[in-house]
């Protein structure tokens, strides 16, 4: 098998993953005369631990084109402001890790160096007071940001909740309607030329054969072609991670929804509660050295708002990823590349990066060594940066109540997390590394959260004088409560531009 132009593009899995992938290729790559084939089977279920987003996935679905409260009716979705953390940093703790960001910058130095001197000096207004996302989640409130609506709305992020299966086929949806093909049927064998070791074609049910170019691995933990044909190792997390199982349950919905996400921690894992316009989304991560299935399921069925409409649904997990996400003609995206749990809501997110950098990336012949090695790189460098992130909750908590949260507390964990504890920790130091997720803002908003905020300020902060700094301050405390009490509520917000359609299948797109 010579060198090959890449012609043919077969994703092999459906779910949020696959048809994910599909869109995106229909929208981007097949316009230039690419062919994208997706196969799955109705038998194979899909794994779907959580409906909770991050703000990017907007920016994934205006690229696409996809009318925004189209996506909401079609696929049940409320907003998301941020996501309520309880019972982490100690029991009866509560904190709120918001999108958008803290206040304003002052004199081209870094609000928070200001509010971390002024509460040195005894001022009781917490980051709370500074983030529009924030008094907007406590308060039920809701209001897309648009150009006109000022400097402090300007500030808010949002994402949503949706339902993942809606959304999933939302998708399909959208991509069959510019030219991908589904194709239903199971993997049953795979083959590779005898020469490169290239996957040349996929053989389903037994009897049809499905030729490709490139091959899109979406078969979940599974790893049907990453593992099962080129072997990409598992890089195991779980010595930092040590979660490995999950509960899921749907419940009837017992009010107006708000707009975040709640992680309450438990004795040996947290529970999620992710509020949809239908139904709310729970689910309990756990790690089984500390607790058995029942009694997670115990945990979950005993803490719910309304009544389950589901019946539990038990999953196992391996934290980590492939050492390899590229290997061969073969590029491994959502579950089958690697899981983080799903604690700062990041599982869609890590997909849509895989999606976006093979896109940056696509190869021009299937001999694509520098395309691979890059992707590599760089979706690696994607999960660790996650993965320290994750780390901080457990690590940053004073809970000594069960060996689980002994475990974490006194574990090591990795320098490069290290690092940051101690920048952040000591004056409030920050550093964003090779475009990494999660900035300053949600550093600050777990540090301080959970205890281990700032205890100095940088020397630049003393620049304004304490009357200054006083009043500066409460100006934006007091602009942050006006904008947050003229906005609509969540329910009155969805109630006129995105109410939810009866035909789960009305697609809006241009």
């Not at 084109?65 to 941020?82: C, N, P, S, V, W």
């Not at 409560?481 to 509520?489: I, V």
């Amino acid at each position: 098998m010579s060198v090959r132009p890449i012609r043919r593009v077969v994703i092999a899995g459906g779910g949020t993953a696959g048809w994910m992938t599909a869109a995106a290729l229909s929208r981007m790559v097949a316009p230039a005369g690419l062919s994208v084939t997706l196969v799955e089977s109705e038998a194979i279920g899909t794994v779907g631990v959580g409906e909770a987003t991050i703000p990017p996935i907007a920016t994934f679905n205006a690229q696409l084109g996809i009318d925004e409260h189209d996506f909401m009716r079609t696929t049940q979705a409320t907003y998301k402001l941020g996501i309520e953390f309880v019972d982490w940093g100690a029991i009866g703790d509560r904190y709120f890790h918001p999108f958008g960001r803290y206040g304003f910058d002052l004199e081209g130095v870094d609000f928070h160096q200001y509010w971390a001197r002024s509460k040195a000096g005894g001022d009781a207004h917490g980051l709370a007071d500074y983030s529009i996302n924030t008094l907007a989640a406590y308060a039920g409130k809701f209001l897309r940001p648009e150009p006109d609506h000022g400097p402090v709305i300007g500030q808010l992020g949002y994402a949503f909740h949706f339902d993942a299966s809606l959304y999933a086929a939302f998708l399909r949806n959208y991509a069959e309607k510019r030219g991908v093909t589904r194709i239903e049927g199971k993997i049953s064998n795979v083959s590779r030329d005898s020469e490169t070791g290239l996957i040349t074609s996929l053989l389903l049910d037994g009897e049809r054969e499905l030729e490709g170019d490139l091959f899109i691995d979406c078969t979940g933990f599974r790893g049907l072609l990453i593992d099962g044909v080129f072997g990409s190792v598992h890089v195991d997390w779980a010595h930092w991670l040590p979660c490995n199982r999950a509960v899921a349950v749907a419940c009837e919905k017992n009010s107006d929804p708000v707009p975040y996400t709640r992680s309450t921690a438990r004795s040996a894992g947290w529970q999620w509660r992710i509020p949809l316009q239908h139904r709310t989304g729970n689910g309990h991560v756990y790690c089984d050295e500390y607790m058995s299935a029942e009694q997670a399921e115990e945990i979950l069925l005993s803490n719910l708002d309304g009544e389950p409409v589901s019946a539990p649904n038990h999953l196992r997990f391996r934290t980590g990823h492939r050492r390899e996400f590229w290997s061969g003609n073969c590029v491994a995206i959502g579950l089958s590349s690697g899981f983080l749990e799903p604690l700062e809501s990041t599982s869609i997110h890590l997909i849509q990066m895989g999606i976006a950098k093979l896109i940056a990336l696509f190869p021009e012949t299937n001999d694509a060594a520098v395309e691979r090695a890059e992707y590599n790189r760089l979706m690696t460098d994607d999960f660790l940066h996650v993965r320290d992130f994750l780390i901080l909750h457990y690590k940053a908590t004073a809970r000594n109540d069960g060996p689980f949260w002994d475990y974490v507390r006194e574990m090591e964990i990795p320098d490069s997390l290290m690092r940051k504890m101690d920048l952040l920790k000591s004056q409030g130091r920050f550093f964003k590394y090779d475009a990494e997720l999660f900035d300053i803002t949600s550093w600050l908003a777990v540090a301080e959260g959970q205890g281990w905020g700032p205890q100095g300020h940088s020397p630049i902060a003393n620049g304004l004088s304490a009357d200054n700094l006083s009043q500066s301050l409460a100006n934006m405390r007091g602009a942050y409560a006006k904008a947050t009490k003229a906005m609509p509520s969540h329910q009155a917000y969805i109630d006129r531009f995105c109410e939810a359609k009866t035909d789960p299948m009305g697609v809006g797109v241009s």
